[in-house]
């Protein structure tokens, strides 16, 4: 239990962490209808989480460093729990807006990372183990989260995807109490809020701009001012970071060519596997005529395939380059997303099953092990740092991944369709839209943006996978992680089916 109890707290909190990215997708149609939700609301509802997860990743972990990891982890556990109950309360986008990047900081403060693994599981194979065992459960909440969020919305309601975290977080709460031990940093560390304020200032207007363009056009005058408002803070990250006695991010590690790969690997990981999975959701729903429970079962194509792989990687592939399991899932992610762009508009959920496959090994190759990456890629001592930046950059491209895509599909769409028309199926309204177009034109304009979507996914997918194999050599990745930080579990997404 003192090996192994440590693990299954990572794990529980992996778990939920996971289960509350995937659950909310298959829910998108019905919180649609219940709040009256536009398309740009709908992408908030995910972003909003996953960019407050990004923006506090570094800072946070310095915090846990200097108050004491266990300490932050159970009182991030119990705001996010608080911050669940009031997500399902809420009445109205503009409620939901506030607590959905509440949800995401008390998440970011109980993420797993902040709970270090012990004894046998930090090295060599037995660490490939623990590794393959925490893909397993990433993998297992990708499958169940689908699901579970379908039967929870056509059974209770679409509320009870947020109460569903509190007894999970009660399990949490006691089991880090009575397993993991207190731990903290070194002395004399300090947290960089500077740098913190200023990345969540970068994440964020780059992120609202990039809706904007899909709401308002590249050229509009609010999509071109948070660019600049973006360009502005990551300026000011920068300047920060060279002079900050304790860094969120030591700079000169992005000198280091197999860093910047598994960087570039890791923002497009989650980005490209699950950013187009929202809208997949809304279009099975509310053009294909799918129950919630059924467009969850559809994704089980991908979500089984990452769970198989996940496991047979952590136990057969010890020793394989990280370069090419990483390198060679990203091209698996974007050849799969290439398979998916076939769609027209009498097709149906089991055209995407050959590219969800796809995906789904793609993501079992790359989610184990990319944290492992980022660490072996740097030296020891900034193991933590390293670890921290690659599970920020994922967090980021799931939020980038899921705009872009929205951007993408509406962006097509009107080609075929007026520009209110056009957001307003994008973002579930088909049923309201039936009487002034055809059933034909909805499905076709839908199914057009969704192959654009994919199709602009598959190159990036395709790029940073030949990125990472380009630039993560072996020798360089590939030595084994100093343990102490390098010990802390990868960060989700999800994005196993999210990363």
Known sequence: MRTWGPLTAVCLGTFML?????????????????????????????????????????????????????????????LFAVASLLCGLADGP??????????????????????????PCTRGRQRSVALGMWGAVSGGAAAVG?????????????????????????????????????????????????????FAGFAGGLTYAVVRAGEDGWGASATLG???????????????????????????????????????????????????????????QTLLGM??????????????????????????????????????GLLLIGTGCFCQAVL????????????????????????????????AAVPAERAGMAGGAVNTVRQLGYALGVAVSGTVLTSRMRDTLPHDAAHAL??????ALRGAFSEHALRAAFASGLDSALVTAGFVGTAAGALVLALVRAGRAERPAAPGPAVRAPGAEETAARG
Not at 240 to 247: F, I, L
Not at 346 to 375: E, F, K, M, Q
């Open 18 to 78: 996971l289960l509350d990215v995937t659950i909310v997708v298959v829910a998108l149609p019905d919180m649609a209808r219940s709040l009256h939700a536009s398309l740009s609301d709908l992408q908030w509802v995910v972003d909003g989480y996953a960019l407050a997860l990004a923006a506090l990743l570094l800072g946070v972990g310095a915090a846990a460093d200097i108050l004491g990891r266990r300490r932050v982890h159970v009182v991030g556990v119990v």
């Open 94 to 119: 503009g409620r939901w807006w506030p607590r959905g990047p509440c949800r995401g900081s008390g998440r970011r403060r109980c993420s797993p990372r902040r709970c270090r693994c012990s004894g």
């Open 146 to 198: 689908p699901v579970l969020g379908g039967v929870l919305t056509e059974g209770p309601g679409w509320r009870w995807i947020f109460f569903v975290n509190l007894p999970v977080s009660v399990a949490a709460v006691w089991l880090t109490l009575r397993v993991v031990p207190e731990s903290r940093g070194p002395r004399g560390m300090r947290i960089d809020w500077l740098g913190t304020v200023a």
């Open 226 to 284: 948070s660019f600049a408002v973006a360009a502005l803070a990551l300026v000011c990250f920068v300047l920060v970071e060279r002079r900050v006695a304790h860094p969120l991010l030591d700079l000169s590690l992005l000198r280091k060519p197999a860093f910047v790969g598994v960087m570039a690997g890791a923002l497009a990981f989650n980005g490209v596997a699950f950013g187009v999975m929202p809208y997949l959701s809304i279009w099975m």
């Open 291 to 328: 129950s919630p429970v059924r467009g969850g079962l559809t994704l089980l194509p991908l979500t089984g395939a990452a769970v198989v792989v996940s496991v047979l990687a952590g136990k057969l592939l010890h020793g394989v380059p990280a370069r090419l399991t990483i390198g060679g």
């Open 344 to 375: 027209g508009a009498g097709s149906d959920w089991t055209t995407l099953v050959p590219g969800l496959v796809l995906v789904g090994v793609g993501t079992g190759l790359v989610a184990p092990g990319i944290a492992g990456a980022a660490l």
């Open 426 to 431: 994008a973002g579930g309204g088909a049923g």
